[in-house]
Nanobody, 123 residues
């Protein structure tokens, strides 16, 4: 099993920044991917960004490209999502997730999920 604990959400104004953290523990994999997803009220969960843990390969949804940055700290076994220039439409519960193997953007292909952290952006 993999345990994921997210932190860093909050209430901010449009244009502000937040950094989400996702601390992982438990089972390790030869290769793995950490993804960030978000779900707004009444909407489906959507892909935000992902990082291939061993190679540091990154991939972003078009809606956040240029504003969000995904990264990881191997020593701390923690992933991060730096969110800049936040917009009201970024308001959602943000989840980190982990899967062994290749980077994908489909949420159902991720095996382990954090509890989620609320991000609210006011206009």
């Amino acid at each position: 099993q993999v345990q994921l604990v997210e932190s860093g959400g909050g209430l901010v104004q449009a244009g502000d920044s937040l950094r989400l953290s996702c601390a992982r523990s438990g089972r390790t994999f030869t290769t793995s991917t950490m993804g960030w997803f978000r779900q707004a009220p009444g909407k489906e969960r959507e892909f935000v960004a992902a990082i291939r843990w061993s190679t540091n390969y990154l991939y972003y949804a078009d809606s956040v490209k240029g504003r969000f940055t995904i990264s990881r700290d191997n020593a701390k076994n923690t992933g991060y999502l730096q969110m800049n220039s936040l917009k009201p439409e970024d308001t959602a519960v943000y989840y980190c997730a982990v899967k062994p193997g290749a980077l994908v953007t489909l949420s159902h292909q991720y095996d382990y999920w954090g509890q989620g952290t609320q991000v609210t952006v006011s206009s």
